[in-house]
């Protein structure tokens, strides 16, 4: 089992996910069926200008998939229910409350094209509000065994779009856990670009 968790943050939004991901027969080293399960909430304005107001979102994700795995090397194929709540606090006016459930698609890779290479790619496609996500970062292994390299990402739902380019270092060894750092720029389609940070980890029990 592998347990992993992440936090996003820029000038306007923060974001924390909690997870898990599971071999339903055998262990994670070999092919086989995968369990995903995953939980986030964020908080972000729901104005660009003074007063803000706060929209509150919770969404959770349970995932069956398959993964193939060739060495070090990986790439799995999810599929499952999506859902999320949101509550909007703004500055004036009456609270709102709205649950929404979809359907949701994932890939993720792994690749070691090479010793002392890797390439990472995700993607995500849910049915809620038309949702599209994927990111891709290669990085090359550096003497205290970590990675480091570019990351880019792009979002985009119906009315929205979010653009990142970063860079990334993955597999930072600490506390007995796999943690991932990354930043850099982001646009996006309501604001001015501006800055971002990701802090990511995983535990392989």
Partial sequence: MVIFGSMEAGPTK???SLGMKSAIRGGLAESGFRLFVKAGGSQEQIRRRAPHG?????????????EWRIGSSFLALYAGPDAETELRFPAFG??????????????????????????QANAYLSSLNGRVWARIAPGWQMPAGFYVGPEFE?????DYRKYRLGLH??????????????????????????????LGLHWLR
């Fill in 154 to 158: 792009a979002y985009g739902a119906r």
């Fill in 169 to 198: 270092l993955t597999g930072l060894r600490f506390l007995g856990l796999d943690w991932r750092l990354s930043g850099g720029l982001q646009s996006t389609s309501n604001r001015p670009s501006e800055y971002y940070a990701t």
């Fill in 54 to 66: 706060t929209t509150y979102k919770i969404e959770s994700q349970t995932l069956l998939g398959y």
């Fill in 14 to 16: 923060t974001f924390l």
């Fill in 94 to 119: 009456p609270v709102s409350t709205a649950t929404r459930y979809g359907a949701r698609v994932q890939a993720d890779l792994w690749l070691v094209p090479s010793p002392g290479m890797v390439v």
